[in-house]
Every structure is written in structure tokens, then in C-alpha cells.
DNA sequence: GTTGGCACTCGGTAGCATCGAGTGCCAGGA
DNA sequence: TCCTGGCACTCGATGCTACCGAGTGCCAAC
């Protein structure tokens, strides 16, 4: 669709403004890339490229910057994909090295791995209430009218939820709602959860149902968990300010940053640029995706949000290995 | 220290900036307070007040903006406390009519109520690993070879911890861990984990040593968990983008946060303006904390970050309903 | 199809005059 | 002694003009 010279200006330009945020002229082209050609005819080609959307002018008499749909080609001629930095990668090896236990924190540094890798804003979406059933229940007394369901599932999630008490209740009825809770729930799925039988005495019973509802419940509101490392890289990457306000009130919607993910997941996109993201405050974004297993599950997904003038090969690298790197060091515990 | 109508000047001099962000001279002070003197009167006082540092000119010429001494007389002498806006009063009320169950929803949401409130930056940090004894333990495996520790502390904290199992451990053998850490640990303190005494089985000994040494670890390492509402407000309130960045950089660091609050609060503050937050990147910032209870104990911090031309009152108002409704809501469970 | 040449555009910068908000100071009055 | 009106002065902000130069489009020649 594009010759091979046209494509390497294309190129050109798009590299040269991602490096300097400056609208890229013809001599430029001549002198930074391999097109070996005069000025004159690099405007001639410029000038097609502009016509077919590629490129465009910010005003008459300036150099060429690439439009979406000038990204867009050039992401989708990188390549073969770029490997990381010596550096990076050393960062990367190290980090999950020492990557612990809790899942919550881990998905929190992750966030802000990608955020220090990329220098743009590192996203991570945690595993979303999943079909995994019921491994362990348990009912644990803190007050005289609080208690604590704590459940753990198959997937290794661990869920709590404060139950009020109506009446104290004693250790006894704690025990037994613990006990009849644990018999008719353990193994079914979250949303089998359905009544449970009675057992016999009212006030365990109610129990039991109160923690029967909030589970039910929890699965249903509970949104994924969502954590954005680096937002201050977001105030490095673009220096108008109103840009800068609005890309961070996207990232502090938690819901809206779920389904932004999502969508470019579904859309089978790994580069979102500008519009193709959906959200009009990120049309001088682009977004980068990947999802992650866990036990050879798809479990959530990871980003990396900064300016449609981002690095793309090392962007796309650093998630290519973050994604790679979390499946292995969730699935192996 | 101040006579009465200087006070008034410096009070209308802060006033006027917080509005507007713009010096003010000395016709204003005249116009806008009930300083009923000419302006030449309201210049002379207002080049003692510069003199003896509350006040200062961006350039000579110009009007006066307050100094941190400015502000900090400023907030000294706000006289009785503000009450939130009707709307907000509301927002406030229903915020916590709804809260539900899981704490850390609960404090994240919090930090984004605060934000909204004060169009600020609002931060909550948890409570921190306490001196809470355990009040029940679990081990539950998830695969083959890992397993997790469940525990729930008696304020009501749940803490999990992934286990890698070097072999394969059965059902029962998983219980009989479960029963024996339940035996050996229910009622001690985190502090005093010490190791068990061997239970006669070597693989379940193992796991329970495995179990116990995550326990204290995890006391040890945990950092208080931080929650930031509202960071898009942070380039809402400086239009100079080099301070948004640093500020983000601040908010992004946890640990940082965490002493941060932890000091203001320790040197009996309620508001730390500028320098006296002791961070140079906040410069031009004030804090303004209050700690929260559960249960009567001291809990956590919550506390809104703006500029040091914030609008004082209002954000009091808010730190101290909010700080109080949490307290009582995280009480009353 | 490519190239050198050329006229043209137009944003950015520097220089300069002007404006006005604000100051400091002073002499006169309560 | 303190307050006030008056006045000269300062200096950032604003607007204007001229100019520079990077960059373009077009054309005639190769």
C-alpha cells in the first residue's frame, strides 16, 4: 500500500518526532535516514503521505508530524520486536527475583516496574472475581457484634467481609455456623452460592446467611483491583497541562481504566492509539496491553499508558517481558 | 505580636491570594476587608508586615503574597472552625451511610472522598501492623505445592502469605498444621512468634516453621498501606507543570507518605505548610492531617495535600468530619 | 521519476513604546 | 503621633513591528 521509500520517511518522521516533539521537515528526513534521496523529492513523497492521512501539517509552512493513523502503520512495520535494555532487563530479572507472597503488593509493584521501565504510566489490572470455587471458609468473632468470613479460593485469592452481628453471638454458634458453612460451601463455584439449609438454631443460621449474602455480593460489586505505578510520569510526558489533568483523571477511575483495558484486549489490539483507546481525554495517548495467566489462566491484564509520541519498540518490550515475567511468578507461588 | 488592623491587612492579603493567586496591593486590601483606613495607611503596615516576613513582593512593584509565615499566622488565627458546605456535609453522610465491609475499599474510597471534598489531593494511611494478637490461623492448600496462610488478627485485619512447599503435602497433613499453629499461636501477639515446638511429624513441622517465619516477616517488611484519592487535582492546583511533577514523585512514594504524615502528626501538627512538612519538593504546599481511631485505639492518618494557597478553612473543615465519621464508622463496623 | 532553484508562508524572537497596577516617600492635617 | 492625599518612580505585561529562518509547493531541466 506504501512503497518502500514513502514507508521509510513515514518512518523517519515518526522516529524523529517521537526524539524531539518537533514537527519533522524534509531535510531532516534526508539527513537522519537511510532514504538516499534529494529534499525535493521527500516533499513530493510527504506530500502523498499527508494526502493519505499519514502525516500532517500543524500549520502551513512547518514540518510533517505523523497522525493515528501514521503511528498505527508504523507500530504495525516494527519488525521484529525489540528486546530490552541491558539495563531493563537486569531490573526485570532482579525484581522478580525478589518478588514475594502477597499478590495485592506484588501487582502494585509491577505497576510501578512498568512505570519506571517505560517512563510512562504502568497499569495492572488484578485477576477479577473468577469462577474458582471455595476452598476454605472460615467465621472469626472480633467483637461482641462484629465477625469476620474470611475465604479463601481455589485460584488462592483470599476474600473477607465484616458481618454485623444482630445479637452476640457466642464461640459455639461461631464454630457451628463456621462448620455448616464450610460443609455446603466448600468446592461449589461463587455463583452457586444459593440459601443455605437451616441447621437448626435461628441465630447460626442468620449467620450463616449474612455471610452467604456478602459473598454473593462481593462478586458481584467488587471490582477489579486496578493499580497505576508512575503517574508522575504522565506530568513528564506531556506539557500542557489540561492533557496532563485529564490523563490522570482517567487513570483514577478505576472502572473506567478496567474496561479501557479491556476493550483493547477484546478488540484484539496490543497498541491502542489516540481514538482507537475510546476515551476521548487520551487522543494524544497510546496504550499498550498484554494479559497474564496464572496457571495457564488468563488472569488480568497489564498496560503502559503514555503519549501517542512514545518509544514503541521498548514500550512494547518491557510489557512483552513484564507479562511474561508475572504469569511465571504467579503460576510457580 | 501583631496589632489588630495589621492582622486584618495580612488576613485580607491571604484571603484575596487564595482566591485569585494573584499579589495583592494595596487598594484591594482597602476594597475587599473591613479595613476601613486609606491605602497609603494599608502600604505602610503592609512593608512592616514585610518586613518582619509575612508578607513578600514577587518584584519590586508588585503587590504582596503571603509569606509561610504569611500563612501559617494565617491559619493560627482562623478563629472557629468552618462547617463543610451543606452539599458536601451530604456527600459526606451518604459516603459513609454506604460504606460497606472491606477495609482497604473502604480507606481507598476514603482518600477519594477527601479529594473530592477539598479538590485536593486526599491521602489515607492504613492502619499499621499492630500489636494485635492473633485471633485464628489457617492453612489451606492451593496447588500441589503452595499453600497460604491465612490470619486473622483480633482488630479485624486479615493477613495472607503464600507458601511453597518443598513436597507435596496431603490433606491431613495440611490440617494437622492448621490445628497445630491454631494450638500454638491464637492469642499471642505477632511480637512474641517464636518458633513451636515440633509436633513429631517433620513435614508438618516444616510448614508450620515455613508459616510462622512468613508471619514475622511480613510484620516487619509490611509498609502502612498508603491511598491516594484525587492526583489529577494535584495539576489542578499548580499551573507551574515542574512542581505538579514533583509532587506526584512525592505521592507516588509510600514510604515517603507514610512519614510524612507520621511526622507531621508526631510534631503535634494539624497543618504543615511548606518547609515545615520537611520535603523540599512540597515547598509550595500545606498539609493538613488528623489521625483516626478504631475502637478508641489510634489507627491510621488521613490528610489532604494542596497548595499553601489552599482554601484552609474548608479543608479543615473536611479533614476533621471525614477523620471523625471513619473513626466512628471503622468502630462501629 | 528526480532534482536544483525559487518564491512564498508563517511561527518565533527581538526590540521598543506604552500602559497601569502598585510602591515608597513626603508634607500637611487631625 | 498617626493618618492621608499626592506624586514620582518601578517594572511586568501587552501590543506592535521588523526580521529571521525552517519549511513548503511548484516548476523547469535533467
Avoid at 30 to 43: D, F, H, K, N, W
Avoid at 46 to 57: I, K, N, P, S, V
Avoid at 68 to 78: A, T
Avoid at 252 to 281: F, K
Amino acid at each position: 500500500m506504501l512503497d518502500e521509500r514513502k514507508a521509510a520517511i513515514l518512518r523517519a518522521v515518526v522516529e524523529e518526532y517521537i526524539d524531539t516533539a518537533q514537527p519533522v521537515g524534509s531535510a531532516h528526513v534526508v539527513r537522519s535516514s537511510a532514504v538516499q534521496v534529494s529534499s525535493a523529492t521527500v516533499r513530493n513523497d510527504m506530500a502523498t503521505l499527508e494526502q493519505e492521512g499519514f502525516l500532517r501539517q500543524p500549520h502551513t509552512s512547518a514540518g510533517r508530524i505523523p497522525t493515528e493513523k501514521g503511528y498505527r502503520f508504523f507500530v504495525d512495520n516494527l519488525g521484529p520486536p525489540a528486546s530490552l535494555r541491558r539495563t531493563d532487563a537486569v531490573q526485570v530479572r532482579t525484581f522478580f527475583e525478589h518478588a514475594h507472597g502477597e499478590l495485592e503488593q506484588m501487582l502494585q509493584d509491577t505497576s510501578r516496574l512498568l512505570g519506571d521501565l517505560t517512563t510512562y504510566a504502568g497499569v495492572v489490572v488484578g485477576p477479577g472475581p473468577t469462577e474458582a470455587t471455595v476452598r476454605s471458609v472460615q467465621v472469626v468473632g472480633i467483637t461482641a457484634t462484629a465477625a469476620l468470613v474470611v475465604v479463601v479460593l481455589s485460584n488462592g485469592a483470599v476474600e473477607k467481609h465484616t458481618l454485623e452481628l444482630a445479637d452476640p453471638l457466642g464461640e459455639e454458634r461461631i464454630g457451628a455456623a463456621t462448620a455448616h458453612l464450610a460443609a455446603h460451601l466448600t468446592g461449589s463455584p461463587r455463583s452457586a452460592l444459593a440459601a443455605l439449609p437451616a441447621n437448626g438454631d435461628a441465630a447460626t443460621d442468620a449467620l450463616c446467611t449474612q455471610a452467604v449474602a456478602s459473598l454473593r455480593d462481593q462478586g458481584g460489586d467488587a471490582p477489579d483491583q486496578v493499580f497505576v505505578g508512575g503517574t508522575s510520569q504522565v506530568a513528564r510526558a506531556f506539557d500542557a497541562i489540561e492533557t496532563v489533568r485529564e490523563v490522570l483523571g482517567v487513570l483514577e477511575q478505576q472502572y473506567v481504566v478496567v474496561t479501557l483495558l479491556r476493550d483493547v484486549i477484546d478488540r484484539g489490539l496490543q497498541v491502542a492509539i489516540g481514538t482507537e483507546t475510546g476515551m476521548a481525554p487520551l487522543a494524544e495517548c497510546a496504550l499498550i496491553v498484554a494479559p497474564y495467566q496464572v496457571e495457564g489462566e488468563l488472569a488480568g491484564t497489564i498496560g503502559v499508558l503514555g503519549p501517542s509520541r512514545m518509544d514503541y519498540s521498548q514500550a512494547m518490550a518491557a510489557v512483552a517481558v513484564v507479562s511474561h515475567r508475572l504469569s511465571k511468578s504467579l503460576t510457580e507461588g
